[in-house]
């Protein structure tokens, strides 16, 4: 039997450092387990930062991998008052068909900017030096140690670390997920959606109409569209106040459009139209809805 107090650490390696990966990190380092996080991108890559809303199984993951204080500054970033509401579903013509916020069953979720919550996340992990970027997964290998199997992983510039257990952490087309066999992410090529973010100024916040208190979403003919104002807490008051000095102060909204590749007009594939040809077939999906939307 062998003597427990030579064995090396247990130790876990998270490809990616995203939100999930980036989440479990700190919850391993809460908890005094030895990680290392490898990411492919950049450490200051540039990248959009789109509004996700937060429900209440994330707060139940964020209280057991954070701390109070990081989960207060995480909070104080979440969007108050102007979009804070569940999303009202409306049909094409912009008739109000349901509000699932006055149902006593629906769980209330929070929104906030995708780039400031993933910074805020990394932010201890980059002082503990625990991610390390620009190492794109390659593969992995079981190898046979002296107490116990451990994990090889390979990495694209010819380095490697070893691990007792390696997380998937990668995203939608996880090179660990292929390579374990699950293959169980399939990419639907009939139906597309696409997504944009935009900053916007309080002055044409405030003319929007309906005002901008809840999300917008509708789903009809096999499409759907959505529509939000993202406004942090601090912006609020400056918000419910038409005097404010800095008129051009910026939220942000996101809009998101979805529909079926085949009701198109246009007889060329969608991936050969330019950005510009891919917005002006979508705007044509929509010609018969409410010009509100």
């Known amino acids: 039997?062998?003597?427990?107090?030579?064995?090396?650490?247990?130790?876990?390696?998270?490809?990616?450092?995203?939100?999930?990966?980036?989440?479990?990190?700190?919850?391993?380092?809460?908890?005094?387990?030895?990680f290392e996080v490898y990411e492919r991108q950049e450490k200051n890559s540039k990248r959009e930062g789109y509004q996700i809303r937060l429900g209440e199984a994330t707060f139940i993951g964020m209280r057991a991998c954070l701390d109070q204080d990081q989960i207060d500054s995480i909070s104080k970033h979440f969007g108050r008052s102007v979009s804070s509401q569940a999303p009202i579903l409306y049909d094409k013509h912009f008739r109000k068909i349901f509000e699932p916020g006055l149902d006593p069953n629906y769980t209330q979720s929070s929104p906030i900017s995708r780039v400031i919550l993933q910074n805020a996340l990394r932010e201890p992990l980059d002082t503990m030096s625990k991610i390390h970027y620009?190492?794109?997964?390659?593969?992995?290998?079981?190898c046979p140690g002296l107490?116990?199997?451990?994990?090889?992983?390979?990495?694209?510039?010819?380095?490697?670390?070893?691990?007792?257990?390696?997380?998937?952490?990668?995203?939608?087309?996880?090179?660990?997920?292929?390579l374990c066999g699950l293959n169980n992410i399939e990419e639907i090529s009939s139906f597309r959606s696409f997504l944009t973010r935009c900053d916007l100024p309080l002055s044409v916040c405030r003319r929007l109409s309906p005002d901008p208190s809840s999300p917008i979403a509708t789903l009809q003919d096999g499409k759907t569209l959505y529509f939000q104002v993202y406004m942090p807490g601090d912006m609020t008051a400056r918000f419910e106040n038409a005097d404010a000095e800095n008129e051009e102060e910026l939220a942000s909204c996101m809009l998101g459009v979805g529909f079926f590749?085949?009701?198109?007009?246009?007889?060329?594939?969608f991936e050969s139209l330019s950005q510009a040809e891919k917005w002006d077939a979508v705007d044509h999906l929509f010609w018969d809805w409410s010009p509100k939307q």
Request: hydrophobic share 40%; with cysteine; net charge negative.
């Open 1 to 34: 039997m062998s003597n427990s107090a030579t064995q090396p650490p247990f130790k876990v390696i998270i490809v990616g450092a995203g939100l999930a990966g980036s989440l479990l990190a700190n919850g391993l380092a809460r908890h005094n387990v030895d």
């Open 134 to 142: 620009q190492k794109k997964f390659k593969d992995f290998e079981i």
């Open 147 to 178: 107490h116990r199997d451990i994990v090889a992983v390979n990495f694209d510039d010819g380095t490697s670390d070893v691990c007792d257990i390696l997380l998937a952490a990668d995203g939608n087309n996880s090179q660990i997920n292929n």
């Open 261 to 269: 590749v085949d009701r198109m007009a246009t007889s060329r594939s």
